[in-house]
């Protein structure tokens, strides 16, 4: 199984960028994307069930929106009025739904600056 992150770059405060994740295989329950800044811990910045559950960090809710298709077996991160304190490396999360096995992307790099 692969993850393979797209959408990511450099943007000015305000802007928007659209992450993807599109997995090789498999049939999965939970998908979610984390982002870690440099001397900084992993943050779940948001979380999607096969049914279309979502849950958000605190710190993205009302800007950011997960989303997913399962038919494409992608998941979409759409973040709008980027801050510079969203600058991290973000990473994509898939839990097979029958192994239950966790699967990670290499990340896509987002960059807020003027």
């Known amino acids: 199984v692969q993850l393979v992150e797209s959408g990511g770059g450099l943007v000015q405060p305000g802007g928007s960028l659209l992450l993807s994740c599109a997995a090789s295989?498999?049939?999965?329950?939970?998908r979610a994307w984390y982002r870690q800044a440099p001397g900084e811990q992993s943050e779940l910045v948001a979380s999607i069930t096969m049914s279309g559950t979502t849950t958000y960090a605190d710190s993205v809710k009302g800007r950011f929106a997960i989303s997913r298709d399962n038919a494409k077996n992608t998941v979409f991160l759409q973040m709008n009025s980027l801050k510079p304190e969203d600058t991290a490396r973000y990473f994509c999360y898939a839990r097979h739904m029958v192994s239950r096995v966790g699967y990670w992307g290499q990340g896509t790099q987002v960059t807020v600056s003027s």
């Open positions: 295989e498999g049939i999965f329950s939970d």
